[in-house]
């Protein structure tokens, strides 16, 4: 047997992990990390499109589900159509909130890499046959696998904190969680435009063409080739998992020096007499640091979830209910101006004020100004013409930018308080619980505003004021929540 001449493992002297090994695609991207300090430009591009590609397919699908599920036949009545369409639209967080901890477990096992390409062909493949459905149970069954087996979020927040240096991860963070909220953004965007081409767009398509027989396909087959492309930039993406495959004596000096370079972690169950990991479910649920995170962050989200589907609602309420009277493409107006604004604060302010106060710092000035600006939103109803529209567009970006604000320091907690070799496990039950909080939140905002308008007239506090009260209450709670003894920190510099 041939020994290779290049030594299994090379000491570097200010290296990440201190130990080198040849064959480890984790340490050759610490030994990348050390020899390039440079912002990785090139990583982050490729992760803030992984992200959006696993955002696009959320939303895409709203603006034209209802016309989808008419077409269908499947509603006896027309006040029926909602309630299949409620039926397609939650199938693909339940699919994704029965997987995502799964997914999560394969990506500690196998690496971030395999997950997420085969998340983004996933995309390609699904969401596809989604625009070719032909009956509802078609639709529904595409949808749910498409939730099941895209299982790209969690692994790549995971990937996010491994990829780049220290003092680039919140950024690296901000770029994911951004990305993910323009996804949300553009989806209904592209849905809106493209459904339905040959009536649209007859000059350009014909009746007797694919997107003419099939009104959904153009929509879906563009964010399938858009993940496709994003497929592609996932295979020139490095592996970031250690896999180390020396001798069990060299693994114990390995695992050795890799636990005292994670902050000499007091997480237990990472390493067994053998040197070896154990990542288990169960070792994760009684870590109360990344649990507490995860409580914390899901409060938030449903939150968010509840917010996004009560604003669109109240904006296109009549102003005799305390809405804006907006239509549905002022509607989309203010969300493209959110998302713009969003882009741009985050990626110039986020980092280095994260960097200044710390994320748990960061989370809770982003409750308290949630509050306020949300105790604003009824009086800026009662603004009519071109003041309306200012305030509503600098109120929604301002509300944006702070939600993922919030979110993105607790996304860097919940990181900090695992070992990698849990990460994307940990990821996964995070994005279980922001499943189940999405699958609520829409339903729960869409049902308190209805009640609320029918209260117009109450003494206390009438019609929408009662709904964004009720947004604070949670909000306050979550920003409790951030307090100790509740929120614990594995590590002292997250503060």
Known sequence: MVESEEPLLQWKENSFSGYYEVECPGCRNDKFKEENPGVPFKHFFCISIIALCAALPISSLFPFLYFMIRDFHIAKREEDIGFYAGFVGSSFMFGRALTSVPWGMVADRYGRKPVMMFGTITVVVFNALFGLSSNFWMAFSTRFLLGCLCGILGPIRAYASEFCREEYKALAMVLISTAWGIGLVIGPAVGGFLAQPAERYPNLFSEESIFGRFPYFLPCLV????????????????????????????????????????????????????????????????????????????????????????????????????????????????????????????????????????????????????????????????????????????????????????????????????????????????????????????????????????????????????????????????????FKPFLSRRTEDCS
């Open 223 to 482: 964010i399938s080739v858009f993940s496709l492309v994003v497929f592609a930039a996932c295979c020139w993406l490095p592996e970031t998992l250690h896999m180390h495959t020396a001798s069990n004596e060299v693994q114990d000096q390995l695992q050795e020096v890799l636990d005292t370079m994670e902050n000499e972690s007091n997480f237990k169950g990472v390493q067994n007499s053998k040197g070896r990991n154990q990542s288990s479910s169960q070792s994760l649920l009684r870590n109360w640091p990344l649990m507490s995170a995860i409580i914390v962050y899901s409060v938030f989200q449903l939150h968010d979830m509840a917010y996004t589907e009560i604003f669109s609602l109240w904006a296109v309420s009549s102003r005799t209910y305390g809405g804006l009277g907006y239509s549905s493409a002022d509607v989309g107006q203010v969300l493209a101006i959110s998302g713009f604004g969003l882009l741009l604060c985050q990626l110039l302010l986020y980092p280095a004020v994260e960097r200044i106060l710390g994320p748990i710092m960061v989370s809770r000035i982003g409750a308290v100004l949630t509050v306020a600006l949300l105790s604003t939103y009824p009086f800026i109803a009662k603004f009519s013409g071109f003041s309306l529209t200012i305030l509503v567009d600098c109120a929604s970006a301002l509300k944006n930018i702070l939600s993922v604000s919030i979110t993105t320091g607790l996304l860097l907690l919940q990181n900090a308080s695992v070992s990698q070799q849990q990460r994307g496990a940990a990821n996964g039950i995070s994005m279980s619980a922001m499943s189940v909080c999405k699958a609520i939140g829409p339903a729960a905002g869409g049902s308190l505003l209805s009640w609320a308008q029918k209260r117009e007239g109450a003494w206390f506090l009438p019609g929408a004021e009662m709904v964004f009260f009720i947004l604070n209450v949670i909000e306050v709670v979550g920003f409790l929540l951030t």
